[in-house]
C-alpha cells in the first residue's frame, strides 16, 4: 500500500459511538466543595485596599515636594530680586561714598602729621630748656677740666718726689706730706662728683662704683696715713671693694650750687673735708677751737664757719 491508501483508511476509520452512561460516571468521579456554586460564577479573591492607596498617595506626595521646592525657589527668587533692586538703588551714590572715603583718609594723614609736628615741637622745647641748663655748666666743665690738669700736675710731681727727686722744704715733715696728699685725694673725688653730676643731669653718685670713669685709680680712695686699709702694692679696679676705702663719702643728692659748703667726703684721719664747690678745708684745728662745726641744713650735712672767717680753700 502507498501513502494515499493509508490516508484515505485513516479517513475512513469507524467512530465508534461513546457509552451512554459515560457522563455520568464522569461526574460522580468528580470530588466537589460543599459549597458547590453556579456554573460560570467566579471565587472571590480579597485584595488588600493599600495595594492601590499607595501609588496614589506616593503620587500625592511628589506633588506636594514639587510645589514646595518650586515655592521656596520662587521666594528665594523674590529676595534676590529685592536685594538686586537695593543695590541698584545704592549705586548712585557709590562715587560720592568713594570721594568721601578718600576724603577722609587724607584728613586722618594730616591729622597724624600734626600729632607728629606737636610731639615734634615738644622735643625740640624741652631739647632747648636742657640746652639752656646745661649752658651754664660749661664754664663749670671747663673749670673742672683745669683743676684736674693741676691735680695730675700735682701727682706727676708727687711720683717724682718718690722716686727720689727733692722734697719742696713745706713737704719736708712725712706726716705734712701725707696731709697734703690726702687733700689732693679729696679734691680728685671732689672733681669725680662734679663731673659724673655734669654727665647725669646734676646728681650726684648714689653708689662708689659709679665714678670709676672719673678717678683714674683707685688708689686714690686711700688715705696715705692709713696704714690699716692701706694695700701692700698698687691695685686696679678689679681687686677693689668700695668697703675699702679710707673716706666717708656721701653719695647721694644734687650738685646743689645754692649749699656750696655742703659736705660730700670726709677724712676721718686728718679731719679734711671735702664740699660740694670741689674744695678742701683743713678743720681739724678749727672744730677744736669751736670755731667750725658740721650741722644738718635742709637736711644736708654743711660745715658752719663760727667766726665767719673761713680759711682759703686748698
Given at each position: 500500500?502507498?501513502?494515499?491508501?493509508?490516508?484515505?483508511?485513516l479517513?475512513?476509520?469507524p467512530?465508534?459511538?461513546?457509552?451512554?452512561?459515560l457522563?455520568?460516571?464522569?461526574?460522580?468521579?468528580?470530588?466537589?466543595?460543599?459549597?458547590?456554586?453556579?456554573?460560570?460564577?467566579?471565587?472571590?479573591v480579597?485584595q488588600n485596599?493599600?495595594?492601590?492607596?499607595?501609588p496614589?498617595?506616593a503620587?500625592g506626595?511628589?506633588?506636594?515636594s514639587c510645589?514646595?521646592?518650586?515655592?521656596?525657589?520662587?521666594?528665594?527668587?523674590?529676595?534676590?530680586?529685592q536685594q538686586?533692586q537695593?543695590?541698584?538703588?545704592?549705586?548712585?551714590n557709590l562715587?560720592q561714598l568713594r570721594?568721601?572715603q578718600?576724603?577722609y583718609e587724607?584728613?586722618?594723614?594730616q591729622v597724624?602729621?600734626?600729632?607728629?609736628?606737636?610731639?615734634?615741637?615738644q622735643?625740640l622745647?624741652?631739647?632747648?630748656?636742657e640746652?639752656?641748663?646745661?649752658?651754664p655748666?660749661?664754664?663749670?666743665?671747663?673749670?673742672l677740666?683745669?683743676?684736674n690738669?693741676r691735680?695730675?700736675?700735682s701727682?706727676?710731681?708727687?711720683?717724682?718726689?718718690?722716686?727720689g727727686?727733692?722734697?719742696p722744704?713745706?713737704e719736708?715733715?712725712?706726716e705734712?706730706?701725707a696731709?697734703?696728699?690726702c687733700v689732693n685725694?679729696l679734691?680728685?673725688?671732689?672733681?669725680a662728683?662734679?663731673?659724673?653730676?655734669?654727665?647725669?643731669?646734676?646728681l650726684?653718685?648714689?653708689?662708689?662704683?659709679?665714678?670709676?670713669?672719673?678717678?683714674?685709680?683707685?688708689?686714690?680712695l686711700?688715705?696715705?696715713?692709713?696704714?690699716?686699709k692701706?694695700?701692700?702694692?698698687?691695685i686696679?679696679?678689679s681687686q677693689?671693694?668700695p668697703?675699702?676705702?679710707?673716706?666717708q663719702?656721701?653719695?647721694?643728692?644734687?650738685?646743689d650750687?645754692d649749699?656750696?659748703?655742703?659736705?660730700?667726703s670726709?677724712?676721718?684721719?686728718?679731719?679734711?673735708?671735702?664740699?660740694?664747690?670741689?674744695?678742701?678745708?683743713?678743720?681739724?684745728?678749727?672744730?677744736?677751737?669751736?670755731q667750725?662745726?658740721?650741722?644738718?641744713?635742709?637736711?644736708r650735712?654743711?660745715?658752719?664757719?663760727?667766726?665767719?672767717?673761713q680759711?682759703?680753700s686748698k
Amino acid at each position: 500500500m502507498n501513502d494515499s491508501q493509508i490516508e484515505t483508511l485513516l479517513r475512513k476509520a469507524p467512530q465508534p459511538a461513546a457509552p451512554p452512561d459515560l457522563f455520568r460516571q464522569l461526574q460522580a468521579d468528580i470530588a466537589l466543595p460543599k459549597s458547590v456554586r453556579a456554573i460560570g460564577e467566579h471565587p472571590k479573591v480579597w485584595q488588600n485596599p493599600l495595594r492601590r492607596g499607595i501609588p496614589a498617595l506616593a503620587f500625592g506626595l511628589f506633588i506636594l515636594s514639587c510645589l514646595v521646592i518650586i515655592g521656596m525657589q520662587a521666594n528665594v527668587v523674590s529676595q534676590l530680586k529685592q536685594q538686586n533692586q537695593e543695590l541698584r538703588s545704592t549705586t548712585p551714590n557709590l562715587e560720592q561714598l568713594r570721594a568721601q572715603q578718600a576724603s577722609y583718609e587724607r584728613l586722618q594723614q594730616q591729622v597724624e602729621e600734626l600729632e607728629r609736628l606737636r610731639r615734634d615741637n615738644q622735643d625740640l622745647q624741652r631739647l632747648g630748656a636742657e640746652v639752656a641748663q646745661l649752658r651754664p655748666l660749661v664754664s663749670e666743665v671747663n673749670r673742672l677740666r683745669a683743676e684736674n690738669q693741676r691735680l695730675a700736675a700735682s701727682a706727676a710731681a708727687f711720683s717724682r718726689r718718690v722716686q727720689g727727686a727733692p722734697a719742696p722744704e713745706s713737704e719736708a715733715d712725712p706726716e705734712r706730706a701725707a696731709s697734703t696728699r690726702c687733700v689732693n685725694n679729696l679734691k680728685q673725688i671732689g672733681l669725680a662728683f662734679k663731673m659724673y653730676a655734669v654727665d647725669n643731669g646734676g646728681l650726684f653718685p648714689s653708689a662708689l662704683l659709679q665714678i670709676t670713669n672719673e678717678l683714674n685709680t683707685p688708689m686714690i680712695l686711700f688715705c696715705p696715713s692709713d696704714s690699716a686699709k692701706q694695700p701692700a702694692g698698687v691695685i686696679g679696679w678689679s681687686q677693689f671693694h668700695p668697703e675699702m676705702t679710707s673716706y666717708q663719702l656721701i653719695l647721694s643728692g644734687t650738685n646743689d650750687e645754692d649749699y656750696p659748703q655742703r659736705i660730700i667726703s670726709k677724712c676721718p684721719i686728718h679731719g679734711h673735708v671735702g664740699l660740694a664747690d670741689g674744695s678742701v678745708q683743713r678743720i681739724a684745728d678749727a672744730v677744736r677751737a669751736g670755731q667750725a662745726r658740721e650741722v644738718m641744713i635742709d637736711g644736708r650735712l654743711t660745715l658752719q664757719w663760727l667766726d665767719r672767717k673761713q680759711p682759703e680753700s686748698k
